[in-house]
């Protein structure tokens, strides 16, 4: 079972950026992986797939604005998010695309003046 840490949350004004990271402590680099997030009373959604090819896709509210990249020898899923907006503010977590590892503990995004 592969334990995974989000981090690089924070609090950041709107328009501003964050760059997630999610460390993976084992291999991951034949894993289709995404960022999830799940925002106060609602339920978690996808929001970014990086695929074992390195090919991404995107919800369309962050398409433009967010970079899923992956660094396959350090075992690393990165979001890039720009123009943040308050609908963003959610606990952020990384997992596989198909099947799950146990989830970790997330990263909160809070986006607010």
């Known amino acids: 079972q592969v334990q995974l840490a989000e981090s690089g949350g924070g609090l950041v004004q709107p328009g501003g950026s964050l760059r997630l990271s999610c460390a993976a402590g084992g291999n991951i680099f034949n894993y289709a992986m995404g960022w999830y997030r799940q925002a106060p009373e609602k339920e978690r959604e996808l929001v970014a797939v990086i695929d074992i090819g390195g090919s991404t896709t995107y919800i369309d509210s962050v398409k433009g604005r967010f970079i899923v990249s992956r660094d396959n020898a350090k075992n690393i899923v990165y979001l890039q998010m720009n123009e943040l907006k308050p609908e963003d503010t959610a606990v952020y977590y990384c997992?596989?695309?198909?099947?799950?590892?146990?989830w970790g503990q997330g990263t909160q995004v809070t986006v607010s003046s």
């Open positions: 997992n596989r695309r198909f099947g799950k590892f146990e």
